[in-house]
């Protein structure tokens, strides 16, 4: 295969994985995750402590799905590298999503989110399947580490 090839496969496998959150298809979910008996994949879900072993982190896809009633997932900044079977996907995750409904309507309140992912792939002989997944919240109004309000001047090095 070449780069170009791995990279689309690896982007299909990255795209599926989210649109299988989308429609709650938890065994798309599972069956984009690596499963080998041999190496422990991990999940770390924003505000959640590190999931290790294909059984937590399914476990911990399940509950999000039961407990989301509408989620939807504007992927931007999507960059992916490749290192012979391991890929290494990084985007922002724009998400809308809305629980239970209250009082009778269709659908609870929504609320948007921003989440920058770190998405770690492996070739198998059934196609790259997810290794690890990291996903950390963008604080509200922070511009990153070039923001002269996130940069203290108690930071600098000692003389």
């Given at each position: 295969?070449?780069?170009?090839?791995?990279?689309?496969?690896?982007?299909?496998?990255?795209?599926?994985?989210?649109?299988a959150?989308?429609?709650g298809d938890?065994?798309?979910?599972?069956g984009l995750w690596l499963?080998d008996?041999?190496?422990?994949?991990?999940?770390?879900?924003?505000?959640?402590?590190v999931?290790?072993?294909?059984?937590?982190?399914?476990?911990?896809?399940?509950?999000?799905?039961?407990n989301t009633?509408?989620i939807?997932f504007?992927?931007?900044d999507?960059?992916?590298?490749?290192?012979a079977?391991?890929a290494?996907?990084?985007?922002t995750?724009?998400?809308?999503?809305?629980?239970?409904?209250?009082d009778?309507?269709e659908?609870?309140?929504?609320?948007g989110?921003?989440?920058?992912a770190?998405?770690v792939?492996?070739?198998?002989?059934?196609?790259w399947?997810?290794?690890?997944?990291?996903a950390?919240p963008v604080?509200?109004?922070?511009?990153g580490p070039?923001?002269?309000?996130?940069?203290?001047?108690?930071l600098?090095?000692p003389s």
């Amino acid at each position: 295969m070449t780069p170009a090839t791995d990279a689309a496969a690896v982007e299909a496998a990255n795209t599926a994985f989210y649109e299988a959150m989308e429609t709650g298809d938890f065994d798309t979910v599972s069956g984009l995750w690596l499963d080998d008996d041999a190496t422990p994949v991990t999940c770390v879900h924003p505000g959640w402590p590190v999931l290790t072993g294909r059984g937590e982190v399914l476990r911990s896809y399940a509950l999000i799905m039961a407990n989301t009633e509408y989620i939807q997932f504007f992927l931007t900044d999507l960059k992916i590298s490749l290192a012979a079977d391991t890929a290494l996907v990084t985007c922002t995750e724009n998400i809308l999503s809305g629980g239970p409904a209250e009082d009778g309507a269709e659908l609870g309140p929504l609320v948007g989110q921003l989440v920058v992912a770190t998405n770690v792939f492996r070739r198998t002989p059934d196609g790259w399947r997810l290794w690890s997944h990291h996903a950390s919240p963008v604080l509200a109004g922070d511009d990153g580490p070039d923001n002269a309000e996130t940069a203290p001047d108690d930071l600098e090095p000692p003389s």
